[in-house]
């Protein structure tokens, strides 16, 4: 696709719920990027792909949180047992990874509310 | 573990003034960007600095990146309102991109 898509925009679930959060990454690009941003804070880093694997899950905050990419797109990240505090902006980007530049480009987030 | 630190965190600025924001960082790093986050918006690339002693320039913002020092800032000339936003800087340390916390901008007349 034209930019990296995220669904739900919105999700709004009961504490204690699971939810799956859904990424689509630029056709071809192989690095994939998860982040949380609170209200008025800075991006938090949770997890980083290259192609399907992670080399870097140290950003997890808990292991209630777990993500997944397949077949080098898609990627979905799950929250078990969500608690208020999880409750944020989730952004994903994506980038191709050229010799130099590694620039993201950022999908709309999703908002998640946790009550 | 990587630090990307930025100050300020917050600037109010009046129009036509002056100012510089600062990312520090903790690793040793020759790649550095600065995103732009407009208010309820995604965040968008503004500049990409790859080598020690890069400088781009867009219009009113200048940035400029000096890798012994693990230090690059953004320049602000004769500040005008449409640049009211956050701007982040994020280093890249193998493909791995930590941010800062980001510098909120308000640009008053």
């Known amino acids: 696709g034209a930019g990296v898509s995220q669904s739900p925009s919105n999700k709004v679930t009961e504490k204690g719920k699971d939810v799956e959060l859904r990424c689509d990454p630029i056709s071809g690009h192989t690095a994939l990027y998860w982040y949380r941003q609170s209200l008025g804070q800075g991006l938090e880093f949770l997890i980083y792909f290259q192609g399907n694997s992670a080399p870097d899950k140290s950003g997890l905050p808990s292991d209630r949180f777990s993500a997944e990419r397949t077949g080098g797109s898609v990627s979905t990240l799950t929250i078990q047992r969500t608690q208020q505090e999880d409750s944020a902006v989730y952004l994903c980007a994506s980038s191709f990874q050229a010799s130099g530049a590694n620039v993201l480009t950022f999908g709309a987030g999703s908002r998640l509310t946790v009550l | 573990e990587l630090k990307v630190e930025q100050n300020p965190l917050f600037l109010s600025m009046q129009e036509g003034k002056n100012y510089t924001i600062y990312c520090n960082y903790s690793t040793t790093s020759d790649r550095l960007y600065w995103y732009r986050q407009d208010p309820g918006k995604s965040l968008e690339s503004l500049f990409v600095?790859?080598?020690?002693?890069a400088v781009k320039q867009e219009g009113r913002l200048m940035a400029s990146l000096d890798t012994k020092a693990r230090l690059s800032t953004l320049h602000i000339t004769a500040a005008v309102h449409d640049l009211s936003a956050t701007y982040f800087c994020?280093?890249?340390?193998?493909?791995?991109?930590?941010f800062g916390a980001g510098t909120r901008l308000t640009v008053k007349p």
């Open positions: 994020a280093v890249d340390i193998s493909h791995d991109m930590r």
């Open positions: 600095l790859l080598s020690n002693g």
